[in-house]
């Protein structure tokens, strides 16, 4: 766990010539992968049956050793003044690198909190949620999910009988002021999504005190036999308030034969699905961490580090330009790429209001994966647009404006792709710039599906305020941006 500090962790040295390895250890030890390439960085396909040798010198210590070099590495001040939130193993995202909890299959309570430098049995609950010290089911420790978002847990096969032929999975929910889709558990196979999987639909929406989910999984016994290890999820896709405790998953004997709890409410109709809108944040919640879609799609919204203003009698978003984001973290199928990451539609519209922080950095201000990335970048005491596009057939293209977007005062930015590859970017309703794309939209398949004030680098984080979000489900017409861009903002 020295890593990536390797001036006091030489762990690996390896020595035969002519060859480069990358080597990545999992569980503390558990087991390693290594990736082989010859003769630069080309990597190697070994067919069955051939061999070959490759000499490590491996160097491990003791925990004391461990601690004495531990404390005198890089990340040791990190540890001493840790970020608040957002802390990552990679690419696993953990509240606090000095606080969050582990998955224990016996019972996990949320009771203990573990920080880098502690062994632990286990690996850590990732995802977006927080530690909560004040509401548990049997005690004051739980975990708190502020949807939309979701955690995450993996656990070993040899942290339980690894033998039995079922398991049984039980975990409590509680809910304040959730609506939208109810909470979804799920117990998987971590590395294939082709692997059959069980599937829980909580049921659950508004207020509800601590409730009893369990089900028998043969999870543990299907996954394939070279992967020890399954996962827990639990996926909130609604907005509100919903805590996860004494999560435990258990061998059963042979002749168990448990009651399950799978929820005894099926999941609530969703609000009536606009046939114009995909996305439809208004942005008129005031307070919170989230933003509800009225499109009834149920592409819902969630703030990281974004305040609530007043702007002209009507709640609007501010971003500082230095830490603030929102994102819609898990859209529905129509927001998803085909294969091959084309879009699925013909043809769409985006818009949004912005009001730029005077004299200070543009930044992104709306992208859709990135297939469109809407920036303002500035020029003097103004503002310009630019609009980035990518197609599935590797062709990109730039739209920008002239720099006529003051800091300090609302304008109303939208763009339309058409079926026929026509890109146009919308400045208070005025078409200002045009081309043609030489094929489909291209998507990615990995989270979030559009992310608000910000863009790639932190050097592309939007100072200022933003409101009313909208992706259309196809192209608007000059006269409906116009019509737009003539209402107040939102």
């Not at 082709?194 to 049921?203: A, I, L, P």
């Not at 099926?266 to 809108?277: D, I, K, N, Q």
């Amino acid at each position: 766990m020295l890593t990536p500090d390797r001036a006091v962790c030489p762990a690996w040295e390896h020595l035969t010539p002519g060859v480069k390895v990358n080597i990545g250890v999992c569980h503390w030890g558990y087991d390693w992968h290594q990736y082989v390439y010859w003769g630069g960085d080309k990597q190697r396909t070994f067919q069955p049956g051939e061999t070959f040798t490759i000499h490590y010198v491996m160097t491990g210590y003791t925990p004391a050793e461990g601690e004495e070099l531990f404390l005198a590495s890089r990340l040791h001040p990190r540890m001493e003044d840790p970020e608040p939130a957002g802390e990552h193993f990679g690419f696993l995202q953990v509240p606090s690198l000095l606080a969050y909890p582990v998955v224990e299959p016996a019972g996990t309570s949320f009771d203990k909190l573990y920080d880098v430098r502690m062994p632990y049995i286990g690996w850590q609950w990732y995802g977006d949620y927080d530690n909560d010290r004040q509401v548990g089911h049997t005690d004051r420790y739980s975990m708190r999910i502020d949807g939309p978002a979701s955690a995450k847990g993996m656990f070993y096969h040899h942290m339980i009988d690894g033998n039995a032929k079922r398991y049984l999975c039980t975990f409590w929910l509680k809910t304040e002021g959730y609506k939208g889709p109810a909470p979804v558990a799920i117990l998987r196979y971590p590395w294939d999504d082709k692997v059959r999987k069980d599937v829980v639909d909580t049921g659950l929406t508004g207020d509800n005190h601590w409730t009893e989910f369990s089900f028998i999984t043969t999870m543990p016994v299907i996954t394939p036999e070279t992967s020890d290890a399954s996962q827990f999820d639990l996926i909130v896709k609604g907005v509100g308030k919903v805590w996860l405790d004494d999560w435990s998953v258990r061998p059963l004997g042979d002749d168990e034969q448990p009651g399950e709890k799978r929820g005894g409410a099926a999941t609530p109709p969703s609000a009536e699905v606009s046939p114009l809108y995909l996305v439809d944040l208004q942005c008129n919640e005031a307070a919170g961490l989230s933003l509800w879609d009225a499109s009834g799609r149920n592409n819902h919204g969630r703030l990281h580090s974004v305040t609530w203003i007043n702007a002209g009698n009507r709640p609007a978003l501010h971003f500082d330009g230095t830490d603030s984001c929102a994102f819609v973290p898990m859209g529905s199928p129509e927001l998803r790429p085909e294969d091959k990451g084309a879009y699925k539609q013909d043809s769409l519209t985006m818009e949004i209001w912005v009001c730029p922080t005077p004299g200070l950095k543009g930044g992104g201000v709306l992208c859709y994966g990135l297939a469109l990335t809407l920036q303002l970048q500035p020029v003097g005491d103004k503002f310009q647009a630019i609009l980035g596009c990518l197609d599935v057939a590797g062709g990109s293209l730039q739209l920008i404006s002239q720099p006529t977007i003051a800091g300090g005062r609302w304008t109303h930015l939208a763009t339309t792709v058409g079926a026929d590859g026509l890109v146009r970017l919308y400045v208070d309703g005025q078409p200002v710039a045009e081309k043609a794309l030489d094929a489909k939209l291209k998507l990615y398949a990995w989270e979030p599906t559009i992310t608000i004030g910000a863009y790639g680098t932190p050097s592309n984080l939007f100072a200022g305020e933003l409101t009313g979000v909208r992706l259309w489900s196809r192209v608007a017409t000059p006269e409906e941006i116009a019509a737009e861009a003539a209402r107040s903002p939102g």
